[in-house]
Every structure is written in C-alpha cells, then in structure tokens.
C-alpha cells in the first residue's frame, strides 16, 4: 500500500511532497505555496486543491484508473506548479493540468466554478456600490471591465 494511503491527511508543508519521492526516493524540492507577494489566504486555497487532488488521486488508484506511477508523476507536475502569484494564476496551471489529466480537471472544474462566482460577487458588490452613489456610468464600467473578454 503507498503511503499516501495511509496518511491522506498529513499536515503540510505540501501533503503530496511526503506522499510522492522523487525517483531516486528523495523528497523533491518543497516549493512555497504563493509567491511572497500574493494574498496570503490564497495559500489556504492552494491547500484545499492540493487535498482534493489527492482525494481524486487516491480514488483514481482504487478504482484501477491510474496506477501508483502516474499518481506520482502528477503529484510532482502539480508541485512544479508551485509557486502560485494569485488565483488567476492558479486556475491557468490548473487548468493546463486539468488538460493532461482527468483527476486534475475534476479539481480545476471544481474550483473554477467556485472562483467565478466570487469574482462575479465582488463585481456586483462593487457596481452595487456605485448605483447607490448615483455613479451609474461607473457601475457600467466596472460590469465591462469584469467581463471583457480577451483582444477586445
């Protein structure tokens, strides 16, 4: 039994850096999760992907959908992703991620979902702000500027 298995848990620094060794079965280098001048909370997000991930991981490995050196390779893909600046950034690894592997687009689908709705919350906080100040002209931007779409 790997030994992820028996610890699902673990506490950090990483719990997939003391579940997957390197090949030669040294840890690999523990990347900090964000970079020194992200949110801090974002740390606490990039921790509950990396438990999701693992979750999905361990079932991929029950249900004989991965074996245990595919579960390693994505674990340590999903380490170099690391650090992260912001959840833009996140959610662009991840989504690379979520391109090469079902388990990794299980966790991207999930958090995206999640990350949009609170971006779209904050925007209409924001132009709730501004109609409440007469500013409707500047609720209108701040609408189009949350929605823009790339090249336009």
């Known amino acids: 039994m ?33 970079t020194p001048n992200a949110d801090p909370a974002l740390a ?20 004989n959908e991965m074996t245990p050196d595919d579960a390693q390779k994505l674990a340590q893909e999903f ?9 833009q ?4 690894k991840l989504r690379n991620l979520g391109d090469k592997n079902k388990q990794a687009k299980f966790v991207y689908n999930s958090y995206a979902a ?3 709705e609170q971006k779209r919350q904050q925007t209409l906080d924001i132009m ?18 949350a929605y823009a779409k790339p090249n336009s």
């Open 128 to 145: 709730h702000q501004h109609l409440q100040n007469g500013n409707i002209d500047q609720a209108l931007l701040v609408a189009k500027e």
């Open 114 to 116: 999640e990350l949009e």
């Open 89 to 92: 950034d996140l959610l662009a």
């Open 44 to 63: 606490t997000t990039v921790e509950s992907i990396e438990r999701e991930l693992l979750t999905e991981i361990m079932q991929a490995i029950q249900h």
């Open 2 to 34: 790997l030994p992820f298995l028996l610890s699902p848990l673990a506490n950090p620094p990483h719990l997939l850096y003391y579940h997957y060794m390197d090949q030669d079965n040294t840890p690999p280098n523990n990347p900090p999760l964000i």
């Open 79 to 87: 380490l170099r992703l690391l650090p992260v600046q912001d959840k």
